[in-house]
DNA sequence: AAATATAGCAACCGGTCGATCGCTATATTG
DNA sequence: CAATATAGCGATCGACCGGTTGCTATATTT
């Protein structure tokens, strides 16, 4: 017997990059079955239904956002330091991850696919959302304390224009393959955390 | 016989407020004929093709786009001042247009899930953010040469800044029925047309 | 009134979807 | 070694997909 675990592993390594293409939806089990060489049972069989694998696919894609975003910002000093860190690294993901993430930021694509739909993948999604949101926030509110952010400074103002920052930068670069747009990102982020 | 213009119209609005929700790959020529009453022959006959279908769905979107955001503004003077009432429009298109596209803005639905795709629809969906990227761009320089923005102010970075603040404020209000976020958008706006 | 053009219908095509089922082959446990 | 558990296969299901084809009924033109 295959080490069911490490099939499951291929199987949601796949899946992330063929959601970040086709969506969550677009994610289909006799798809994935052709890509790794598996039946479509045997696909399925991990999960129990496709709502199961795309929860299940979402969450790897979280695991990988934080291993990539937030990991090498997190030992840096609490604050403005931190949010430099996490900027830098959230643009690098952007950019860099396109093996993994072919078609862009998976939860960019998540969030605009099931913002009109119930059920649990919309859920799970505005989960992770406000978890990355939280983390956030937390570092404005730190920097604030610290002076590094100006005293009256709006915690979930800031949050709301670097979500924006990213969401923009996402579009530019898969939409228009535009480079330039890193920089740009950059600039606001500076523009925002001066 | 019907109107056929009537019912191409018919077909279109309902397609719109549809592929607002579900996209435009899930925008079925099925479903619209349920919704409309009518055959899937007789839908499909107004433009041949599923793909044909989706262009022109896209293309009535820019129309009410159009329509409902950049008219108001079109005759404020050049610049700062239509760039104001353009940001006032575009704000109140995505909190109010929920009859016209309960999914919210089909350009940000559009552009995630074409934008790893090939093809013409993924061509009409850049085209169309191109043409508003550049009425942005336009009013911005005039803005500067009238001195209403520093003379040092970068276009793009304003166009770029802008298109991620409704980004944000489209996710905001569709993922989290965060009706708070249009302040935030209105301030993210003054913030960067100060 | 006769001939023509067309909007729309009903039925159907091959294909793919998610899901189910019985089965085999292997690994683990007693 | 025998019994059990399970990873994965392959066939199959009903539903739906985009698209095609004849046809009807109506409106227009001659």
Redo the contacts with the bound molecule.
Sequence with gaps: ????RH??DRILACGVALASVEGLEG?????L?TEL??????????F????RLQVATLRRAAELFTHLVWAPAEHERPGLARLRAVCDAWARYLVEERETFPGGCLFATASIEFDARAGAVREEVARLLRVWRVRLAHDVRVAIGEGELAAGTDVEQVVFELNGIFLALNQQLQLFRDERAVERARRACERLLS
Tied chains: 1, 2.
Excluded: C, D, Q, Y
């Design positions: 017997m295959a080490e069911a099939t499951r994610l289909t089990i006799g798809r079955a060489g598996l039946s479509k049972g045997g696909v399925l069989g991990h129990g239904t496709k709502e």
